[in-house]
Nanobody
Framework: QVQLVESGGGFVQPGGSLTLSCAASGFTLDYYAIGWFRQVPEKERVGVACIENSDGSTYYGDFVRGRFTISVDLVNSTVSLRMTNLEPEDTAVYYC?????????????????WGRGTQVTVSS
């Protein structure tokens, strides 16, 4: 059974940092892409970052501007999202997802499996 569990969210001041983790189980992480998305109330989920674990390729949303880094720990089946220089506009619920496909896609509708999300709040 495919399962994704996010952790690491919290409250941080502008300019601060957080590292989110996505623990994956029920499938072999090595072969598939994992995406991070975020969502604010009444808005659609937006792609934040994605990693293709088959070759390590990474992709980021335009708004990331070099502030976030996605990485994978295949031994522990965990995908992390290191977020630095956080801004109030980064406040959202962050989700990890997979469609058990090798390549990343920006379209959240393509992803079949989602975690429950972790809240990130950036405020002074």
């Amino acid at each position: 059974q495919v399962q994704l569990v996010e952790s690491g969210g919290g409250f941080v001041q502008p300019g601060g940092s957080l590292t989110l983790s996505c623990a994956a189980s029920g499938f072999t992480l090595d072969y598939y892409a994992i995406g991070w998305f975020r969502q604010v109330p009444e808005k659609e989920r937006v792609g934040v970052a994605c990693i293709e674990n088959s070759d390590g390729s990474t992709y980021y949303g335009d708004f990331v501007r070099g502030r976030f880094t996605i990485s994978v720990d295949l031994v522990n089946s965990t995908v992390s999202l290191r977020m630095t220089n956080l801004e109030p506009e980064d406040t959202a619920v962050y989700y990890c997802a997979t469609d058990l496909y090798r390549l990343c896609t920006r379209d959240s509708n393509e992803y079949d499996y989602w975690g429950r999300g972790t809240q990130v709040t950036v405020s002074s």
